[in-house]
C-alpha cells in the first residue's frame, strides 16, 4: 500500500474544531482512504473513510482534495475524549485486507 | 454485542516459558487479526484469517510464534518460547466486511511482560 505522512503531534483547544491533515501523494486509484484512532491504554477504532468525494459520519468528517493526494479528519468541536493518536492509512481494497498503521498524529485537547 | 475480547489483559512471565493469548471476535466477523504494538515499532500486523484459515502470515517474527483459529469464535496466538524482545501489547481485531469496507474492530489488548 502506498505510503501517508502525518504530523507527530497537533494541538488543539477543548470545543474548536481540528483538522488533521494527512498527505499521500503515491495514492493509487483504487486506494481508499481510512482514519483510525486509539485512545490512551485502549485499541484502535475506526473513525471514517472514503474514497474521492468528502464524507461525514457522527464523528468526523473526511475531506478529499481533488486530486487525492491529501486528506483532512475533520472533528467540528473537539472534546478532552479526542485526545489520541490519529492514524491515516490506505488500502488498496479487492482482496487486500491489510492495514498498516504508520506513527499517526498524537491529537492534544487542552481544556 | 460485548465486542472483541481478549485475555488475560495483562501477562507477566519469564523467558523461556510458553505463553498463549486468547481472542473472541464478534459473532458474524469473517475476518480476524492479530497485532503487536511497541514503542520502537509501533502497531504491526502478525497474521490475518478469513473464515479461520490464516491467509497471510508475513508478519509472524520468527518460529517462535504460532496463531490458530479452531473455530469462528475463538483464536490463539503462541509464544513458545517466549523471549524479552516479545514484551508488547498485543491487540485482536475483526471485521465483517468481504466488500470494499476494511472497518476492524479491535480488543483491549494483552500487555505481555516478558523478564
Known amino acids: 500500500d502506498a505510503k501517508t505522512t502525518q504530523p507527530n503531534s497537533m494541538e488543539s483547544n477543548e470545543e474548536e474544531p481540528v483538522h488533521l491533515p494527512c498527505n499521500h501523494s503515491t495514492i493509487s486509484g483504487t486506494d481508499y482512504i481510512h482514519w483510525y484512532r486509539q485512545l490512551p491504554s485502549q485499541g484502535p477504532e475506526y473513525v471514517i473513510h472514503?474514497?474521492?468525494s468528502n464524507v461525514n459520519n457522527r464523528m468526523a468528517s473526511l475531506a478529499i482534495a481533488e486530486d487525492r493526494k491529501s486528506s483532512t479528519l475533520i472533528l467540528h468541536r473537539a472534546t478532552l475524549r479526542d485526545a489520541a493518536v490519529y492514524y491515516c492509512i490506505l488500502n488498496s481494497g479487492g482482496s487486500n485486507y491489510k492495514l498498516t498503521f504508520g506513527k499517526g498524529t498524537l491529537l492534544t485537547v487542552n481544556p | 454485542d460485548a465486542g472483541v475480547i481478549q485475555s488475560p489483559r495483562h501477562e507477566v512471565t519469564e523467558m523461556g516459558q510458553e505463553v498463549t493469548l486468547r481472542c473472541k471476535p464478534i459473532?458474524?466477523?469473517?475476518?480476524l487479526f492479530w497485532y503487536r504494538q511497541t514503542m520502537m515499532r509501533g502497531l504491526e500486523l502478525l497474521i490475518y484469517?478469513?473464515?479461520?484459515?490464516?491467509?497471510?502470515d508475513s508478519g509472524m517474527p520468527e518460529d517462535r510464534f504460532s496463531a490458530k483459529m479452531p473455530n469462528a469464535s475463538f483464536s490463539t496466538l503462541k509464544i513458545q518460547p517466549s523471549e524479552p524482545r516479545d514484551s508488547a501489547v498485543y491487540f485482536c481485531a475483526s471485521s465483517p466486511f468481504a466488500g470494499l469496507l476494511r472497518e476492524q474492530y479491535f480488543g483491549p489488548g494483552t500487555r505481555l511482560t516478558v523478564t
Open positions: 472514503g474514497l474521492t
Open positions: 484469517f478469513n473464515n479461520n484459515v490464516p491467509i497471510d
Open positions: 459473532s458474524g466477523h469473517d475476518y
